[in-house]
């Protein structure tokens, strides 16, 4: 009866954050994004009881493999263990067993659940989820019951070692470079009473905390990118009627003047906008991007500059002046290696929020692309 309650308020808790998190998706202006993990963890574990807790904290380990379907919604199988520890208080004795957990986990950003800005360097997620254990090795409890066979029964054998496992817990994580994270997560884990091989007719209940550093790859691109301007629509001119033919009259030529050198100048200016996104996405492809790659073709010796900025509104100075560093690097990358353009023509510099090019505070998230080069007509 126990077990049936936790478990229904469990999957209760579990199914109304998935319905918030289903709805979240509706309404998140950024669009889904999806990306698949690996992570690796270590840290402790202390399986309740009445011993003080120093006394029976533990090794444990993990590794899983799961994938965020949304930025708010993803999923793990997750696999963990190594050793758990008991204790009688009465005796002064320690005893220890092994044991590994299979899990099937749900995963639920709760910051990006209640914002949708998902470019936000620190998530905290919600874990739940259900799974079994087994547990082998329990030498020193034998040991222990052999000894004084009326302290506790041996709860489990090589035939009842298996328990079920629900979890629920908390993880904090961040992102280290674009494919690595780093996490801290607290889980709270109720297992079946004979989990720590001996039974007093309540769920065993094991506490772990630990620290993971994961991998990310397999991104597919956020539908967040700024909506393309629209192609005016150029009318067709009127058909004008040739006019008769009239025979020219006689003209005596004159001899024209030489022509004349002029030297013209060209300039470029090109502003790509950039929309809050976790990942800003990669210019190319687009209307300025080929723009900028016709011009450098055109005037083999014109070098460009571009200059990466940040919006004040947003952030603080020093993730500004980090994201103005990225927005024009990308830039470079871009030409580069979308448009086979020369890098040592391009010169790239960053303003983070320290100059806003415009007045309206979004569009200051943004990379200027300007160059110049002259050319000779005769006139």
């Given at each position: ?33 999806s ?28 590794i ?34 092994n044991?590994i957990?299979t ?19 620190l ?12 547990a ?17 029964p ?30 801290l ?11 720590n ?23 597919k ?7 393309p ?65 016709d ?8 070098k ?61 998230r ?14």
């Amino acid at each position: 009866m126990q077990l049936s309650m936790k478990k229904s308020l469990f999957f209760a808790a579990a199914m109304l954050l998935m319905s918030n998190a289903m709805m979240a998706q509706g309404t998140c202006k950024n669009g889904p994004k999806s990306w698949n993990f690996v992570e690796v963890q270590g840290g402790v574990e202390w399986t309740a009881s009445d011993a003080k807790i120093d006394k029976l904290l533990s090794p444990i380990g993990a590794i899983s493999l799961g994938r965020y379907f949304t930025p708010v919604v993803g999923a793990r199988l997750h696999v963990s263990g190594l050793q758990a520890k008991g204790r009688f208080e009465a005796l002064n004795k320690d005893y220890k067993w092994n044991f590994i957990t299979t899990d099937a986990d749900l995963l639920i950003n709760l910051t990006n659940l209640f914002s949708c800005n998902v470019s936000r360097p620190l998530n905290l997620i919600f874990v739940g989820g259900l799974g079994l254990t087994d547990a082998w090795k329990n030498d020193d409890m034998k040991e222990i019951v052999t000894t004084n066979p009326n302290l506790a029964p041996l709860a489990w054998t090589s035939n009842n070692r298996l328990s079920h496992n629900l979890r629920a817990g908390l993880r904090l994580e961040t992102n280290v470079t674009k494919p690595l994270g780093l996490s801290l997560e607290i889980d709270a884990n109720s297992l079946d009473d004979r989990f720590n091989s001996k039974n007093n007719d309540a769920d065993d209940w094991m506490i772990s905390g630990m620290i993971g550093i994961s991998y990310r790859f397999g991104h597919k691109k956020c539908c967040c990118q700024a909506k393309p301007e629209p192609v005016p629509v150029v009318e067709p001119e009127p058909v004008v009627e040739p006019a008769p033919v009239v025979p020219a009259p006689v003209v005596v030529e004159e001899k024209k003047p030489e022509p004349k050198a002029v030297v013209k100048t060209e300039k470029l200016h090109e502003t790509i906008f950039y929309v809050i996104c976790k990942s800003n996405p990669v210019p190319g492809g687009n209307g300025e991007m080929q723009r900028v790659a016709d011009f450098m073709n055109k005037y083999k010796d014109a070098k460009v500059m571009v200059i990466g900025y940040a919006d004040k509104g947003t952030g603080n100075a020093k993730v500004n002046k980090m994201y103005a560093e990225r927005r024009a690097a990308e830039c470079k990358d871009a030409l580069v290696k979308n448009y086979k353009c020369d890098a040592s023509r391009i010169i790239i510099d960053s303003k983070g929020d320290t100059i806003q090019p415009f007045t309206e505070n979004d569009k200051n998230r943004c990379v200027i692309i300007d160059s110049e080069a002259q050319y000779t007509v005769y006139e």
